[in-house]
C-alpha cells in the first residue's frame, strides 16, 4: 500500500462510487468519503467496502474537500470526485512515486466522458488538475465553486502518466441541468469578489468561448457531444453574468430605496455536492 488517504465529496453516487473504490482499494487502505446526504446507497457501499463515512453539512466545494482532508491518516492525499475513476496506469504510476518530499505535487491527465463517449477535443480533451498533494503544504481554496488549491511559492509540479476517468454527465439534460447551476454558483463568487458583468462580458465572451472550444479547440470533432458541449460553454458564460448583473442591479436598487446600504445578494439556489 502507499502511504496516502482518499478523499471523496460525495451526493448520491451510488451509480459509480463503487467502481472507484474498488481500482482506490489497489494502493490505500483509508479512503475518506464526505458525504451530503446522500439518499441512495452511497453510503451502504462505501462502508461495506471498507471506506471511513463521515456526513458532514455542506460549505461548499473546497470547504468539504478540506473537512476529509483533516480526517486522513496520511499526509499524502489524493483527492478525486465520486465519478472519477483511475485507471491502472495512474495507480501503477503513484505506487512508483517516493513521497518524500512534501513541495511536490503531482498533475494527473484527465480522460473525459459524455455518457459513455469519451470526448477527445475541445477544453475537455486537454483537462488535467494537479490532485495529489502533500496536505502539510497545500489545502483547497473555499470559494462558493470552481475551488483550487493554494500553492506556495516551494511548490513544485510533476506530472504524472495514467488517467483519471471523468464520467462528467450522463447525457444532455444532466449537462444543461450543471450548467445552469454552476454559473449560478460561479454569479455568486464573482459578486463576493466584486466583479462587474459588463458588455463584453454578457455578450462577447459566451461567443468567443463558443468559438474557442468548437473551432479553435476542434471540439466539432466530437460530434454532436462536441457541439453540445460547446453550446453549454457559451451558455454558462452568459448565464453567470447575466446571473451577476441581475444581483447587482437587486443589490443597487436596495441600497437606493434603504437608508442602510445593502451588500449582499441572496441566490435561490443552494449549492449541492456532486
Not at 267 to 274: I, L, Y
Request: net charge positive; aromatic share 10%; with cysteine.
Amino acid at each position: 500500500m502507499v502511504p496516502l488517504s482518499v478523499v471523496i465529496i460525495t451526493k448520491n453516487e451510488a451509480e459509480m462510487i463503487s467502481r472507484s473504490i474498488t481500482m482506490l482499494r489497489q494502493i490505500t487502505n483509508d479512503i475518506i468519503i464526505i458525504d451530503n446526504g446522500s439518499t441512495d446507497q452511497t453510503l451502504n457501499i462505501a462502508i461495506d467496502n471498507g471506506c471511513r463515512v463521515y456526513q458532514k453539512s455542506w460549505d461548499g466545494y473546497g470547504a468539504n474537500k478540506n473537512k476529509g482532508i483533516a480526517l486522513a491518516r496520511h499526509n499524502w492525499i489524493l483527492s478525486i470526485d465520486a465519478d472519477e475513476i483511475p485507471d491502472e496506469t495512474l495507480l501503477a504510476s503513484i505506487q512508483k512515486l517516493k513521497l518524500d518530499d512534501p513541495a511536490i505535487v503531482y498533475d494527473i491527465p484527465f480522460k473525459a466522458y459524455y455518457g459513455n463517449k469519451p470526448i477527445n477535443f475541445g477544453n475537455w480533451g486537454r483537462d488535467h488538475h494537479i490532485r495529489l498533494f502533500n496536505r502539510s503544504l497545500v489545502k483547497w481554496s473555499e470559494p462558493p465553486v470552481h475551488e483550487t488549491l493554494i500553492l506556495p511559492p516551494v511548490i513544485n509540479v510533476k506530472k504524472i502518466s495514467g488517467y483519471l476517468h471523468h464520467f462528467s454527465v450522463k447525457n444532455a439534460q444532466e449537462h444543461e441541468a450543471k450548467t445552469i447551476h454552476y454559473a449560478q454558483l460561479s454569479a455568486l463568487k464573482y459578486l463576493q469578489n466584486g466583479k462587474k458583468a459588463s458588455f463584453l462580458k454578457l455578450y462577447i465572451a459566451p461567443l468567443f468561448h463558443f468559438v474557442k472550444t468548437y473551432l479553435f479547440l476542434l471540439g466539432f470533432l466530437d460530434g454532436k457531444e462536441g457541439w453540445n458541449i460547446a453550446k453549454m460553454a457559451l451558455k454558462n458564460t452568459w448565464l453567470k453574468y447575466h446571473y451577476l448583473s441581475t444581483a447587482q442591479q437587486t443589490a443597487s436598487k436596495k441600497n437606493y430605496q434603504s437608508e442602510t446600504p445593502v451588500i449582499t445578494y441572496e441566490f435561490k439556489a443552494e449549492a449541492q455536492a456532486k
